[in-house]
Nanobody
């Protein structure tokens, strides 16, 4: 079992920045591919970014490329999402997720992840 806890959400004006954290406990964090997803009210859960466990390769949704940066610190069992140039359409609950051997072509599929956090709210005002 892996327990995931997100933090760092909040209210920010458009153009501002936030840094989300995902703290993991339980099994060896470094063995898991990690991802960020988000869900806005009344919408489906969307992929945001992912990072592989072995080479820390990042993957991004087109909507956040150039604005968001995903990273991980395996020594601290923590993953981060640095969000810059935030837009009102980034408003959502952000979830972190962990999965084993998530294929690069499937990183955007929520079904590939076995463990999920409870989410943290990000609200971007215009």
């Amino acid at each position: 079992q892996v327990q995931l806890v997100e933090s760092g959400g909040g209210l920010v004006q458009a153009g501002g920045s936030l840094r989300l954290s995902c703290a993991a406990s339980g099994r060896t964090f470094s063995n898991y591919d990690m991802g960020w997803f988000r869900q806005a009210p009344g919408k489906e859960r969307d992929f945001v970014a992912a990072i592989s466990w072995r080479f820390r390769l990042p993957y991004y949704a087109d909507s956040v490329k150039g604005r968001f940066t995903i990273s991980r610190d395996n020594s601290k069992n923590t993953m981060f999402l640095q969000m810059n140039s935030l837009k009102p359409e980034d408003t959502a609950v952000y979830y972190c997720a962990a999965g084993v051997q998530v294929a690069p072509l499937r990183v955007a599929a929520g079904s590939q992840y076995d463990y999920w956090g409870q989410g943290t709210q990000v609200t971007v005002s215009s």
